[in-house]
């Protein structure tokens, strides 16, 4: 009896941590304060700028892992991979759409390459080699992916997961998805931004901040030197 009581008390805190049930508390805190210069919706102005998209379990870690990155200007969190247009955060939650929770970052490729955004999206951003799941998300919309916009796009995800392998970086093989972009669309407003904005949520503080931690110690190198402290 007691360990069934533990087992539920550690299923429990996972549900509360978990970022699909932290939607309630998002809506709550939509208008707690501005979002953030730095996120938000695409930059009006795209001159010189270039677009990746990807996927590694729940946007609001992924979003803030690459604003910390040199180069970057935008960071959009979204939905993409499925077939329905416009999807809302519970019809993917819902798992009725097949698009996984995503971001699509806006980037100066005279500042950081492709190749490199791809580089900590699999070292560092998220744990690629686990099917449907990060952490304590798990479903199809938290599937890990990267939606490529080129044949040299897809080269360099095939060789950037060809040396991860290699090197046995992780104990198991990566699953990540690698499919071509078909469309990325932004999601609700109020989860824009929400890392910055919402520091001392449980979820940000307990699961996404390690995330974000995690970029900042594997590429120091790469980090803006004006971002918050974590």
Same mark, same amino acid.
């Given at each position: 009896?007691?360990?069934?009581?533990?087992?539920?008390?550690?299923?429990a805190?996972?549900?509360?941590?978990?970022?699909?049930?932290?939607? *309630?508390?998002?809506?709550?805190? =939509?208008?707690?304060?501005? #979002?953030?210069?730095?996120?938000?919706?695409? +930059?009006k102005? @795209?001159?010189g700028?270039?677009q990746?998209?990807?996927?590694?379990?729940?946007?609001?870690?992924?979003?803030?892992?690459?604003?910390?990155?040199?180069?970057v200007?935008?960071?959009?969190?979204?939905?993409?991979?499925?077939?329905?247009?416009?999807?809302s955060?519970?019809?993917?939650?819902?798992?009725?759409?097949?698009?996984?929770?995503?971001?699509n970052?806006?980037?100066d *490729?005279?500042?950081?390459?492709y =190749?490199?955004?791809?580089? #900590?999206?699999?070292?560092a951003?998220?744990? +690629?080699?686990? @099917?449907?799941?990060?952490?304590?998300d798990?479903?199809?919309?938290?599937?890990?992916?990267?939606?490529?916009?080129?044949?040299?796009?897809?080269?360099?995800?095939?060789?950037?997961?060809?040396r991860v392998?290699?090197?046995?970086?992780?104990d198991?093989?990566?699953?990540?998805?690698?499919?071509?972009?078909?469309?990325?669309?932004?999601?609700?407003?109020?989860?824009?931004?929400?890392?910055?904005?919402?520091?001392?949520?449980?979820?940000?503080?307990?699961?996404?901040?390690?995330?974000?931690?995690?970029?900042?110690?594997?590429?120091?190198?790469?980090?803006?030197?004006?971002?918050?402290?974590?």
């Amino acid at each position: 009896m007691t360990k069934l009581l533990s087992a539920l008390s550690a299923f429990a805190i996972l549900a509360l941590t978990a970022c699909g049930s932290q939607q *309630p508390a998002r809506a709550q805190n =939509a208008s707690a304060g501005p #979002v953030p210069p730095t996120t938000g919706f695409a +930059p009006k102005d @795209l001159t010189g700028l270039a677009q990746a998209t990807f996927a590694g379990g729940c946007f609001w870690a992924q979003e803030e892992a690459f604003e910390q990155l040199k180069g970057v200007k935008q960071v959009v969190s979204g939905y993409a991979g499925g077939t329905v247009p416009n999807p809302s955060y519970e019809q993917v939650c819902g798992q009725r759409t097949g698009h996984t929770e995503s971001v699509n970052v806006y980037y100066d *490729p005279k500042t950081i390459s492709y =190749a490199t955004l791809v580089d #900590v999206f699999f070292r560092a951003s998220h744990d +690629p080699t686990t @099917l449907n799941r990060q952490g304590p998300d798990s479903g199809p919309e938290y599937r890990s992916a990267v939606f490529y916009r080129t044949p040299e796009e897809q080269k360099t995800v095939a060789e950037a997961v060809a040396r991860v392998n290699a090197a046995k970086l992780y104990d198991a093989k990566i699953v990540t998805q690698v499919a071509p972009l078909q469309q990325f669309w932004p999601a609700e407003d109020y989860h824009q931004g929400y890392f910055r904005l919402h520091p001392d949520q449980p979820y940000v503080a307990s699961v996404s901040a390690r995330k974000v931690a995690h970029v900042r110690q594997l590429f120091p190198q790469l980090v803006k030197s004006d971002v918050p402290a974590l």
